[in-house]
């Protein structure tokens, strides 16, 4: 096998990365990954490293999971891809009705996807068309400051993330946007910050509803915007506006679905029901790219007409529903149920917010926000880069984490084990006390 220094010489000439500055990234001392066993990541020197935000918020049961990977073997020798296009196979229809068991009751059919960004576009354009179609050209959407749904110009049109989406504001499509549920003023409560941000969006749905097709946010948690976490009251406003504007509430659980916060859904710690919800990240445990839309019969039907009528939802992607993909989903949410990891999910934030609280204390620490496993330790800059300096910190003893900006964001994967845990834990805390004490 080629050497670490050789890999990293080739990488450098060859490929481009996302999110990542290539005028900084040789000096920073790619690390190339070569394998991975549970919750650990090898490099390719043989050096363990603990995977602290499951590669991107993916991993559910560990890597290399046995069941997930025999399944998609299985599904190998069986059939590799078949077009969803007109055709159908068991491995998607038993996901899709999977899916909607242990999705809100209320939610009755499933649109298959790739990534999270292609399921957000999908849904985007599903509320436009079913309000069209239902006789209200309603062409605006309403969000909120800090949003993130992905990188594709839809989806970047309902962001709120200044230095990932201000660029490309030119392009983008027309919404209203309002302030973020989880940046709370001087002294304010997050259920009084919730009835803030819910009377701006009331303002702008009196003045403008008529022409707003969806309400869209992230559920209890804004990851991307730095693992922002609001009251579950604002989730039951937004239902409430919905259904007095005849908007959709359409919901992001791309990073907070499938067992994250120690519940199925985001909404879930609601009670409520969105009109469409995006599933994506860790719907095949972490193998295999997959994502999903889940929408109300209502949603559905506006669809309905002959042929020729145009109400057909001509949207849909190459590998859409991949068997493979699917297989490797019905797998982990197998195992899910059989391992009950979301409520374990549930009792690992429980411990990970408990072995940090002294750090909450640390005078370089401004904030620790938390939902489940999904974690965000925010420091107070002491240079240029200080989330980034703190995960340098911790990868020199052995744990892999990614910054947001000065958030150093935990999110292990669900199964991950006391001691393992406990490791991550004790690792972020040392980072912490390396760069900003
Ligand atoms: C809430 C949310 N939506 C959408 C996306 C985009 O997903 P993907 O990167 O799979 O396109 C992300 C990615 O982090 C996300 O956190």
């Known amino acids: 096998m080629s050497s670490r220094s050789e890999l990293v010489a080739r990488d450098l000439r060859a490929v481009w990365h996302p999110f990542t500055q290539h005028a900084q990234w040789p000096a920073d001392d790619p690390l190339v990954i070569d394998r991975g066993s549970g919750v650990y990541l090898y490099d390719t020197d043989g050096r363990r490293y603990l995977d602290g ?24 020798d069986r059939l590799e891809h078949s077009t969803f296009l007109g055709l159908t196979h068991e491995p998607g229809i038993r996901l899709a009705e999977e899916l909607l068991r242990v999705a809100p009751a209320g939610l009755s059919r499933v649109f298959f996807a790739g990534d999270g960004s292609s399921a957000a576009e999908a849904a985007i354009k599903m509320a436009y068309q079913a309000a069209l179609q239902r006789g209200r050209d309603r062409p605006l959407y309403l969000h909120v400051a800090e949003g993130y749904h992905g990188d594709t110009l839809g ?43 819910l009377a701006e969006m009331r303002a702008v749905l009196s003045r403008e509803g008529e ?93 309905l007409g002959t042929p020729l009528s145009g109400r057909t939802f001509f949207h849909g992607h190459t590998y859409t529903a991949n068997p493979l993909s699917c297989a490797a989903a019905l797998a982990n949410l197998a195992l899910m149920h059989e ?37 965000g330790i925010e420091v107070h800059p002491v240079g240029q880069r200080t989330g980034f300096e703190v995960c340098r910190a911790a990868r020199r003893r052995g744990v892999l984490i990614r910054p947001l900006g000065d958030v150093v964001v935990l999110m292990p994967p669900l199964g991950i084990s006391d001691s393992e845990l406990d490791e991550l834990a004790r690792v972020v805390d040392a980072s912490i006390r390396e760069v900003v004490q």
């Not at 067992?259 to 409520?272: K, N, P, S």
């Not at 409520?343 to 005078?363: I, K, M, T």
């Open 339 to 375: 391992r009950g990891t979301v409520a374990r999910a549930g009792v690992v934030g429980e411990r990970l917010g408990a072995a940090l609280a002294s750090a909450a204390a640390y005078d370089g620490v401004a904030e620790i926000r938390r939902l489940g496993t999904m974690t």
């Open 53 to 76: 935000v499951s590669s991107l918020w993916v991993t559910v049961h560990g890597h290399g999971e046995p069941a997930i990977n025999d399944a998609i073997r299985a599904q190998l």
């Open 211 to 303: 022409r707003v097709c969806a309400v869209v946010v992230e559920p209890m948690v804004q990851a991307a915007g730095g693992m922002l976490t609001h009251d579950a009251s604002f989730l039951v406003g937004v239902r409430a506006l919905c259904d007095e504007s005849g908007a959709a509430m359409l919901v992001d659980e791309v990073a907070t679905g499938v067992g994250a916060t120690g519940t199925w859904f985001g909404v879930d710690h609601a009670g409520v029901v969105p009109d469409l919800m995006v599933v994506g990240k860790r719907l095949t445990g972490g193998a295999l790219p997959l994502s999903a839309v889940l929408a109300r019969e209502s949603v559905y039907d506006a669809f």
């Open 155 to 197: 989806a970047v049109s309902l962001g709120g993330v200044e230095l990932f989406h201000a660029t490309y504001r030119p392009l983008l499509i027309e919404t209203r946007i309002v302030g973020s549920p989880g940046v709370l003023g001087v002294g304010q409560t997050r259920a009084e910050r919730a009835n803030e941000v």
